[in-house]
């Protein structure tokens, strides 16, 4: 990469997408919810099934309400055994982004469902869990507009951030600069303004942040903060 391209890609690392998880914001009051953090790039939308995780989230139903009433982009993220059954529905009905984890299913299946993303015109993605080592994606990443980065184990919010990643994720950045630039690099999980700074000093492209965006008196603020860390 030359000197040029080696400054414009650090200038981008600097500005981070944020994707606000609505696992951490109140169901009761949705609409407000998603209308308070319009200013994210994308909306996280975290499927669970109670079985690859241990506990159940939400699901197609209210994921088309979600769609009906924003047009930020969705990051639905399936914390679900056997995805291909699944991923393709989610992005035929409006996700933008679909990624799913590649501990959930056997390779012939990843394969089909990012396939199945893709004739839907939409992006694909593999999420991997803490103790995944980064070599997991190398037989899909050609294929792959985003990698998935868990910074605390699947499965539920507010945990803290666990630092030992940012080693995976570095590694991740360099195989992604070699092998698909053009794939974004998202972190999951305990972000914050500081853990922020420490994932996109790694790489990060994409903060996903739940608690710390929802649980911020000004959302707007909030996002702004995380965004414009260097």
């Not at 605390?152 to 990643?165: A, C, T």
């Not at 972190?187 to 965006?213: F, I, M, Q, W, Y």
Request: hydrophobic residues 45%.
């Amino acid at each position: 990469m030359n000197e040029k391209a080696n400054r414009e890609t650090d200038t981008k690392r600097k500005r981070p997408k944020i994707a606000p998880s609505l696992l951490s914001a109140d169901f009761t009051r949705l609409y407000d919810e998603i209308s308070s953090v319009a200013t994210a790039d994308y909306l996280h939308f975290d499927v669970m099934d109670g079985v690859f995780v241990p506990n159940i989230s939400i699901g197609l139903p209210v994921f088309d309400a979600v769609r009906r009433v924003t047009d930020i982009p969705l990051d639905v993220h399936l914390m679900i055994t056997e995805p291909s059954r699944y991923a393709a529905r989610f992005a035929e009905r409006g996700a933008d982004i679909v990624s799913f984890h590649v501990e959930a299913d056997d390779p012939e299946n990843i394969a089909r469902a990012i396939a199945g993303i893709h004739s839907a015109g939409k992006r694909a993605g593999l999420a991997l869990k803490p103790a995944t080592a980064a070599a997991a994606v190398l037989p899909y990443i050609t294929l792959l507009d985003m990698i998935v980065v868990m910074t605390v184990e699947p499965g539920f919010g507010g945990q803290k951030f666990m630092s030992g990643q940012l080693t995976k994720l570095a590694a991740l950045r360099e195989l992604i600069d070699e092998k698909n630039p053009r794939c974004e690099l998202e972190v999951d999980g305990g972000v914050d303004p500081e853990t922020a700074k420490l994932c996109t000093r790694h790489g990060a492209s994409v903060l996903v942040a739940g608690s710390d965006v929802f649980g911020a008196r000004d959302r707007a603020a909030r996002i702004e903060e995380i965004r414009g860390v260097v």
